[in-house]
């Protein structure tokens, strides 16, 4: 077992003489940490609705020009692994001001990029700052958050991945309307300037690193194994037309060994308390159950905003302008239900809002299925409001019952596991859904396609959606109400069990003395930006 850090026991000093009230400082730390969060993640998906403007520019394919998008993905996918390792080695002022000038760096590139090529290689580097926040998000959240706010507080951190790419398209639909895609990276840059000085000059230190080694062998089985997938996944469309530069079968093979090879390498390095992810975490059903339902709703939800400025473009004939209007209610749903079924989730638990909102999840996807030119638009925004909705009132319940069941020094590879999945799922269903609807519009160039081959095309993306949404209902109906990470009888640290409990008041366990002067500590870190 890990040695606490000080953020590990810095909970429930504050805790128990105030309740469920957030310790002072918190707050600041973790709203710093959203804000920027948030700034990154925008760019996720911001190229969505630009692709057919990419496509006719640059001259490249509808499965080429995916990469733009698919690319970011993959990289986090690649490199979120590794978040655990960095959160455990080096302190969060560090990581963070690392990570917002590699985001930086890359969106300059991506903002001056005279190929495709270039462009595709800034939003590589953007992904691999953006790839450390969301675990970092979580983690610090679970740490310093009272087990009676977890639910609320965590339902706000897990909005801003399924917000921040759902309002990207829009703010890309608003942006194009008017200027070049170019400035959607060029009015980036200033936010995200401002957002490195605030959090340089208010952020402070309140982790205790420790001494462990990055483990090179893993980092490259990571990348193999994930790379493999989802380029065999994008090759799918190509290949369907005969354009494909290999069997895409080859390196979907490769993926799967790679993976293979990647959690045997961890099981000598979990002995030396050194594993890159540590798969204890896949040991408990409550983890492993919501981690799988999330594969579906992310990869659904993240891959099809690779189909939907498609559709709208191609099949209902939206301008830029529209559409980017048409998805900005999508984005304030999801901040909303993210909202509403966190505090929900704290009285009811996870299956009474995970069922029912699968359900009406499955009823839109069918919907959109049979979208054809005649459908009207009204119809289309109120279909993908409720989309939204049930998605983020699936997305919040599911992640933190699954990290609510993990012990504390777990939470880094745990909140490593889970953001990978979201992202790996985003390109690889973004990547299947491309090649759906390649195959689905039955032409030899996609990229030219009439009104009857794009609506063939966007219900086969949608149709393929619905049948793999089908695994979250069942899913939906297994899941339980988030257990203690000791209800499996497994033994907890007293010092990490005073830190942070899932189910039961941080007062009902003992604290030692050491605890309580490592939270005088991390209190007085934490209130330092506050007290200036």
């Not at 760096?105 to 495709?116: E, K, M, R, S, Y």
């Not at 033994?491 to 309580?516: F, L, Y």
């Amino acid at each position: 077992m890990t040695t606490p850090s000080v953020t590990d026991v810095a909970s429930p000093a504050s805790t128990t003489s105030s309740g469920d009230r957030l310790p002072p400082g918190v707050a600041l730390v973790i709203g710093i940490l959203i804000v920027s969060t948030f700034i990154v993640f925008l760019n996720e998906m911001l190229l969505g609705v630009a692709l057919p403007t990419l496509i006719a520019e640059f001259g490249v394919s509808p499965s080429t020009g995916q990469w733009v998008t698919t690319g970011f993905l993959l990289t986090m996918a690649v490199l979120i692994p590794a978040s655990s390792f960095v959160m455990r080695r080096f302190h969060l002022r560090t990581i963070f001001l690392v990570a917002l000038s590699l985001f930086i760096v890359g969106t300059t590139l991506a903002a001056i990029a005279p190929t495709f090529g270039v462009l595709v290689v800034g939003r590589v580097i953007q992904a691999s700052g953006t790839a450390v926040f969301l675990p970092l998000l979580m983690t610090t959240t679970l740490r310093l958050v009272p087990a009676g706010r977890r639910g609320q507080m965590m339902a706000i951190t897990t909005a801003v991945p399924s917000v921040a790419p759902a309002l990207g398209p829009a703010l890309s639909g608003l942006v194009l309307s008017a200027l070049s895609w170019r400035w959607l990276f060029i009015l980036m840059l200033p936010i995200a300037i401002v957002a490195l000085a605030l959090g340089a000059w208010k952020l402070r230190n309140i982790t205790t690193p420790e001494p462990v080694t990055l483990d090179l062998p893993s980092l490259l089985l990571s990348a193999v194994g994930f790379g493999g997938l989802v380029y065999g996944l994008s090759l799918l469309g190509e290949a369907s037309s005969g354009h494909a530069p290999i069997s895409p079968y080859l390196p979907i093979a490769v993926g799967l060994a790679g993976l293979v090879a990647f959690v045997l390498r961890q099981a000598p390095l979990q002995r030396r308390d050194n594993a890159f992810l540590d798969m204890r975490i896949f040991l408990r059903k409550s983890f492993t159950l919501p981690l799988l339902m999330m594969v579906f709703v992310a990869g659904n939800g993240i891959g099809l905003q690779v189909v939907v400025p498609l559709m709208l473009t191609n099949v209902t004939g939206l301008s830029t302008l529209q559409l980017g209007l048409f998805l900005i209610p999508g984005g304030a749903a999801i901040s909303i239900m993210a909202t509403l079924s966190g505090r929900v989730y704290d009285r009811v638990g996870p299956r009474p809002l995970v069922i029912p909102a699968a359900i009406v999840w499955l009823v839109v996807l069918w919907f959109f299925s049979r979208v054809d030119a005649t459908t009207s638009v009204v119809t289309l925004i109120i279909a993908w409001l409720v989309f939204t909705s049930a998605m983020a009132t699936m997305w919040a319940p599911l992640t933190t019952s699954a990290m609510g069941a993990l012990r504390p020094e777990l939470f880094p590879h745990g909140s490593a596991a889970f953001s990978t999945v979201q992202q790996l799922a985003g390109a690889g269903f973004g990547a299947v859904f491309i090649s759906v609807y390649t195959i689905g519009s039955g032409a030899r160039d996609a990229g030219v396609l009439d009104t009857a081959q794009s609506t063939s095309a966007a219900n086969a993306a949608f149709l393929t959606a619905f049948a793999i949404g089908l695994v979250v209902l069942v899913g939906a109906f297994f899941i339980g109400r988030g257990q203690s990470p000791a209800d499996d009888g497994t033994a907890v640290d007293g010092t990490v069990a005073a830190a942070v409990s899932v189910a039961a008041p941080v007062t009902a366990a003992p604290v030692s003395g050491e605890a309580v002067a490592d939270a005088s500590a991390i209190e007085e870190a934490v209130c330092e930006p506050v007290a200036r």
